[in-house]
């Protein structure tokens, strides 16, 4: 693997990495911070959780090339 093939994005508190439903094709290390995982249920945001440091995310897409169940935004 080349340098080329790894990118770093910067998110503040409240940017979402991406929304559910969009289409995926890339993964996430978290290096600092967390995120907040959310679902849309019955027309409202429910949070299903959060990922710390050194958690992995959006991996599925580049597995099953499916868009993502789950929105993700920066929860700090």
């Known amino acids: 693997m080349t340098d080329d093939?790894?990118?770093r994005a910067?998110?503040?508190a409240g940017d979402a990495v991406f929304l559910e439903?969009?289409?995926?094709?890339r993964a996430y290390l978290i290096e600092r911070g967390r995120v907040e995982l959310s679902k849309?249920?019955?027309g409202r945001r429910a949070v299903r959780g959060?990922?710390?440091l050194r958690g992995l995310f959006g991996e599925m897409?580049?597995?099953d090339d499916e868009p993502?169940?789950?929105a993700v935004a920066d929860g700090r």
């Open 5 to 7: 093939a790894l990118d």
């Open 61 to 63: 897409a580049l597995v």
């Open 10 to 12: 910067v998110f503040y």
């Open 21 to 25: 439903g969009e289409a995926g094709g």
């Open 68 to 70: 993502p169940q789950a």
């Open 40 to 42: 849309s249920v019955d």
């Open 50 to 52: 959060f990922l710390d």
